[in-house]
């Protein structure tokens, strides 16, 4: 019976693989907006800390993203914008701490992948659409880590999270550019 | 006409003042509750225009235009309900609701907390408010319902009373307003500016039926006009502590500014210049208030 079960396990044991699974790196991943400002120029922004994982698995073409973006981390290169961001006329970071991205259906493509998952901000969860390029996976060069990163973009209207003030002299559409790379566990 | 209706001093100043002016010249008849409710107008129409009436989610600055709109009526029923209870303490029933109103607002990050700076936090923001809300609601003189009979505070005349009032009111609403803009909550300082605008517009239908109508009994705010500005005041105060730059310092400086009001140095006949040196002598706690502000947030820039 034993002998039956291991040559069992044996030949089925290859066809089962698990994706592989990655933690974000901090240091190299940032989420960048830009939105206009009161139809004179456009502003530039990021969050600085940001942690997660993801999986992913090319031979079955799955994967999952799971991220989490401290909100007090925003950066506009000037302070005391920043602190009316944080403030709860915008982002209120006191209030909510986190910005949240969680993934439930990655496609890969061509050109990369297109990711659909929900975004939590301010307590408001809206399904939004990431498209990315250019998945490039390989070896740290100083580390020796299996490392894949890629750059993702999509839209999304403030509004549609609670985050109405000045509306429309600040504009509604924010534009989403995200850099990612993510370490293999 | 977009524009005008985006633009911060219309939706904070004019808009407020106006719908508050027109419904207390016609609300008039309907007796004890027309000031609060035009109070409590004029602040909605500035709800409206900033961030909409939508409750969901229920974040913190949902919870304190909900109470801000729905205590005062609340106080008033529990008037109808129980009159002997609030004869005797208007002032501590607007404090206990204000205190737990303020905790509340404030639970998501107090929940986060703990030890001494849980209690340090829920104690900052509970104090304040119940002393912005006790303060305010104790300048009616002890009665719940000002036009009832029973006895009266005597050693005020009805428009020094008046004076107080408006004067403790506008004070500590401007302040508020300030010291909330310069510690980088836009919005919290455009609710505080309606309730200031808002005020201004009834302590001015009030002075003009006392005068065009010898009607000295409008001279008196009544307590749901109080308390419809005392929740804004107190709980935008006790927010911002928490979720602008506020320091809880400056805190300690805006709640005497209804205090303060109480010294007897405002003698003049004139109403008008009564209830102007009143709030003077009302904002003088303000003033430091807001250089402790700009000390700890910067100043403000567009």
Redesign the interface.
């Known amino acids: 019976m034993q002998r039956v079960l291991f040559l069992i396990g044996t030949l089925v044991l290859p066809l089962t693989t698990w994706a592989d699974a990655y933690s974000i790196d901090p240091a190299h991943t940032y989420p960048n907006f830009t939105i206009n400002h009161l139809g004179f120029s456009t502003l530039h922004g990021r969050f600085g800390k940001t942690s997660g994982s993801l999986t992913m698995d090319r031979a079955k073409g799955t994967g999952s993203v799971d991220i989490v973006i401290e909100t007090a981390s925003i950066n506009t290169g000037f302070a005391k914008r920043d602190d009316h961001l944080r403030s709860p006329d915008f982002f209120n970071a006191a209030e909510f701490p986190e910005i949240t991205f969680k993934s439930s259906k990655v496609t890969f493509n061509d050109k990369g992948a297109t990711v659909v998952g929900d975004l939590t901000m301010k307590g408001v969860t809206k399904s939004v659409t990431l498209d990315v390029d250019s998945i490039n996976c390989g070896v740290h060069p100083f580390n020796k880590k299996q490392v894949c990163g890629f750059n993702a973009t999509g839209h999304i209207k403030r509004s549609d999270f609670g985050i109405k003030y000045a509306l429309p002299a600040v504009g509604d559409d924010l534009n989403l550019s995200i850099e990612v790379e993510a370490v293999k566990n | 006409m977009?524009a005008l209706l985006?633009h911060p001093a219309f939706q904070a100043a004019v808009a407020p003042f106006l719908v508050t002016l027109v419904l207390a010249l016609f609300l008039r008849r309907w007796g004890l509750v027309w000031q609060g409710l035009a109070l409590i107008a004029g602040l909605l129409v500035t709800v409206w225009l900033?961030?909409?009436l939508?409750l969901q989610?229920l974040?913190?600055?949902r919870k304190i235009i909900l109470c801000s709109l729905g205590l005062p009526f609340l106080a008033l029923l529990v008037g109808f309900l129980n009159r002997r209870a609030t004869q005797i303490l208007p002032g501590l029933l607007a404090a206990l609701l204000l205190a737990v109103a303020a905790i509340w607002v404030a639970w998501?990050?107090l929940s986060?907390q703990h030890g001494w700076a849980l209690w340090a936090m829920a104690g900052q923001v509970a104090v304040y408010a119940a002393v912005v809300g006790g303060a305010l609601l104790s300048l009616t003189g002890g009665r719940m319902f000002a036009n009832e009979g029973g006895r009266s505070d005597a050693s005020l005349t009805a428009g020094a009373r008046f004076a107080q009032q408006g004067g403790a009111i506008l004070a500590l609403a401007i302040g508020t307003g300030a010291a909330a803009i310069i510690?980088?909550?836009?919005?919290?300082g455009q609710l505080a500016f309606a309730v200031a605008a808002s005020t201004g517009a009834l302590l001015l239908a009030a002075l003009l039926f006392w005068q065009w109508k010898s009607e000295e009994s409008v001279a008196n705010l009544q307590p749901m006009a109080l308390l419809a500005a005392a929740v804004p005041l107190g709980l935008l105060g006790a927010?911002a502590s928490?979720?602008?730059?506020l320091p809880a310092i400056a805190l300690l400086f805006l709640a005497c500014a209804p205090l303060v009001v109480r010294i007897p140095l405002v003698s003049a006949a004139n109403p008008w210049l009564r209830l102007t040196l009143a709030t003077l002598l009302a904002s003088v706690p303000v003033v430091p208030a807001l250089w402790l502000t700009w000390q700890a947030?910067?100043?403000?820039?567009f």
């Open positions: 977009q985006a900033t961030t909409g939508s989610p974040t913190s600055t998501p990050v986060r510690g980088a909550s836009a919005l919290y927010a928490i979720y602008a730059k947030a910067g100043p403000v820039s």
